[in-house]
């Protein structure tokens, strides 16, 4: 991807290629692991409604907006704030950090989902209601995780080694669709269980008195995650995009496709959990859990082969995305470092090995170990939903809205007055006053209501401590 960028910007070979790479970078563990999970343990419905206004008024627009910075200067995160404005350059090494530290737990969940697609065929579906022991047993386990994260890492090392490009797009346009297909035959399976109602209730009957201030920052968090804003990893797709090409309809696309995704992951789950009488509420293993117990319940052969065929599609679902966070880290380390891209992969993943092993073992063996309160896993993964990521969005819908030219971005989004964008004026406004101070409100709400306050101040330093430091990256 990154090989041509000192000579002529690449572009995406189709429209169709960039949308599902797009897509691709934005549909994964997010959407159906993270999205099902946290709408259980936010009380379901009304934590969706939250959820799909978080997606309309701020992740849609972040996204045209990181579209067109990337567009615009034809460069990834870091080089493209900098090009504008040398002082901005912290908010693309914020997004450079919380890549990192994404990365430092999602290879562990990705080796769940590669480990569950090999055990489908020896054992998990053995006794349908021995599914859940058996993710507890999995995941608390100290070596049997490690192998899997590392089997997991190593394929994202051995395609941005390569270039991502050609790998990205192929295998998202082959995957997205099947993962749509997959979802479907799910749904039609959890809600002709018997008792499968009461999961659409829960999730189409709102109850607003499980809503507080933490719900609102999980809401808006998750739509950071799920679109993949907030850290330049849209920046940079956007600057590979063509000149021709409409950015504000192909934003719609795909946020109206990761939407879908995490929706239908969430219709196929809900009903087929109450059918079982299990917990909303369980956490990350959620999806390990009902989805095999279905298809340990649909028994035979069949049960089997949608077992393996769901999780490898999760995994590759997985893997198009965390390719896109390990890219934006080694395009920081090529662009603004000067490193050789092989180096600056086996570097990264290296300290990204390291961090995952942390996050496996704060399951099990280091469950003990904590830091501002929480183990490993914990610690990257709040800091960068809760945190880095709506904080890195608020930056730049501040960088868009009062720093760039507004006629320039008019311009560049309607390709000079080519193609028409009606909603200009308002996605500006939107820009420039409702998102940031949004953020704000919801950061502020959030931290008072959130139980790990003392992380979420050291995040906040953190981010302090880069727009202190920037100069020097
Ligand atoms: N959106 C991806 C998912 O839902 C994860 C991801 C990829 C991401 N790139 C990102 C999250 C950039 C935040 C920022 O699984």
Not at 39 to 60: D, K, N, Q, R
Not at 67 to 75: I, Q, W
Not at 208 to 227: D, E, H, I, M, P
């Amino acid at each position: 991807m990154q090989q041509a960028e000192m000579v002529q910007r690449e572009n995406w070979r189709t429209r169709f290629g960039f949308i599902m790479a797009a897509a691709g970078s934005a549909i994964g563990l997010g959407n159906i692991w993270r999205f099902p999970y946290l709408t259980g343990e936010h009380g379901g419905s009304a934590f969706i409604i939250i959820y799909l206004m978080c997606v309309i008024f701020v992740g849609l627009s972040i996204m045209i907006g990181e579209f067109a910075v990337g567009r615009k200067s034809g460069l990834a995160a870091v080089g493209a704030y900098k090009a504008h404005d040398r002082r901005w350059s912290f908010a693309g090494a914020l997004g450079v950090l919380s890549g990192f530290f994404i990365m430092g737990f999602y290879p562990v969940v990705g080796g769940w989902s590669l480990a569950y697609m090999v055990k489908s065929v020896t054992g998990l579906l053995a006794v349908p209601e021995a599914v859940g022991d058996y993710f507890g047993a999995f995941v608390t386990s100290s070596v049997e995780p490690l192998i899997w994260m590392l089997i997991y890492l190593a394929i994202n090392v051995y395609i941005v080694a390569r270039g991502v490009q050609a790998g990205i797009e192929t295998a998202g346009k082959i995957l997205m669709p099947s993962l749509f297909v997959l979802l479907v035959i799910l749904i039609i399976r959890s809600v002709t269980l018997p008792g499968a109602t009461e999961g659409l209730k829960f999730l189409f009957a709102p109850d607003w008195s499980k809503v507080t201030g933490s719900t609102f920052l999980a809401a808006l968090g998750q739509a950071f995650f799920s679109l993949s804003l907030g850290m330049g990893c849209m920046i940079t797709y956007g600057s590979y995009l063509s000149k021709k090409e409409n950015i504000p309809s192909n934003a719609l696309t795909v946020v109206t496709m990761d939407t879908t995704a995490a929706l239908l992951a969430a219709v196929a789950i809900f009903p087929a959990l109450f059918s079982f009488g299990m917990e909303p509420a369980q956490g990350p293993g959620l999806v390990f859990v009902v989805v095999p117990t279905i298809f340990a319940q649909m028994g035979g052969v069949l049960g089997m082969i949608f077992s393996v065929f769901f999780f490898a599609v999760l995994t590759i679902a997985a893997l198009t995305s965390s390719v896109s966070l390990l890219e934006v880290v080694v395009a920081y380390l090529i662009d603004e470092q000067k490193v050789e891209r092989r180096k600056a992969t086996i570097l990264a993943s290296t300290v990204m090995a390291i961090m995952c092993v942390l996050s496996s073992l704060s399951m099990g063996l280091l469950s003990g170990v904590t830091l501002f309160g929480v183990g490993f896993f914990d610690f990257f993964d709040i800091l960068t939903d809760k945190i880095f990521l709506a904080i890195g969005g608020m930056f730049l819908a501040i960088f868009v809205g009062w720093f760039m030219d507004k006629e320039e971005l008019r311009s560049e989004l309607t390709n000079d007055g080519t193609v028409s964008f009606g909603f200009f004026e308002l996605w500006y406004n939107l820009m420039k006053y409702f998102i940031p101070l949004a953020i704000l409100a919801v950061a502020v709400m959030g931290i008072t209501a959130i139980e790990q306050t003392s992380l979420m101040l050291f995040g906040l330093f953190i981010i302090l401590a880069m727009m202190v430091f920037s100069k020097k990256l």
